[in-house]
């Protein structure tokens, strides 16, 4: 399986989609895509930096994190000691890549919007939602996600620990407190809940996958399609879950 997710990840090598986090949720359907803009020089320290980083998360988006530094430094018309200079090692690099696809985008405020009980929860998970997937629902984030996921998975397991203690958790909280569901008797349980919330979450993720890796086509408005992800989660988790703290 890993192979076959590989081969068809590789198929999609021309695939560039610009990221715009603010975008409406909309153009995520409509495969716009960006080129990285061809190097210039005498480029300042910082500006330099920065033009690496961005060429390597399209890099490592079409080519893997097993393609070379040497393959990435021809590709932005560099030499590979000027890489070097901004990037001692592709560990480096690789880490500066995390921290601009997966921990620049996380929006504070998405943990505040799911625990204002001023709001009621169904609109409080539908607006969470449409924000999250303008910043996951990319070619980029995907395709890496995904790599990350066959060969460098600390990546993922840095970014999965995070959204489960920052969102699954207070998602299965509120979900509780807005349903009048008894609290988890122990671990199990809660993980119980978890595992669902992560369900409807995957769900959402999953679009990006049809798209970007299966290059099947998926809705085209994507926010109906959340709504009604949204909405038969909290028609159908609240009874399941009272069922079985009565049944334990």
């Not at 210039?40 to 060429?55: G, K, N, S």
């Not at 959402?204 to 290059?215: D, E, M, P, S």
Request: hydrophobic share 40%.
């Amino acid at each position: 399986m890993v192979s076959l997710t590989v081969h068809m990840i590789n198929k999609l090598g021309k695939t560039r989609a610009a990221i715009e986090p603010r975008k409406a949720l909309d153009s995520i359907t409509n495969g716009s895509v960006a080129e990285v803009a061809a190097p210039r020089r005498r480029l300042a320290p910082e500006d330099r930096e920065d033009q690496i980083v961005q060429a390597a998360i399209t890099f490592f988006a079409r080519h893997g994190f097993d393609a070379s530094t040497r393959d990435l430094a021809k590709e932005l018309g560099v030499t590979q000691p000027l890489l070097y200079r901004y990037f001692p090692t592709k560990e480096a690099l690789v880490d500066r890549v995390y921290d601009e696809v997966f921990a620049r985008r996380w929006n504070p405020e998405w943990e505040e919007w799911l625990a204002d009980r001023s709001v009621p929860l169904s609109d409080r998970l539908k607006r969470y939602f449409h924000d999250y997937a303008r910043y996951v629902l990319r070619s980029e984030w995907v395709r890496i996600f995904i790599y990350a996921g066959l060969s460098r998975a600390g990546i993922n397991q840095k970014y999965l620990t995070r959204l489960r203690e920052r969102h699954f958790l207070v998602i299965a909280r509120e979900l509780r407190h807005a349903c009048d569901i008894p609290d988890p008797p122990d671990a199990a349980a809660e993980d119980e809940e978890v595992e669902l919330v992560w369900a409807m979450h995957s769900s959402v993720f999953y679009l990006g996958v049809r798209k970007w890796i299966y290059q099947q086509p998926i809705p085209k408005n994507l926010e109906e399609q959340i709504d009604l992800r949204v909405d038969t989660f909290l028609l159908g988790v609240p009874p399941v879950l009272k069922a079985r703290r009565v049944a334990r």
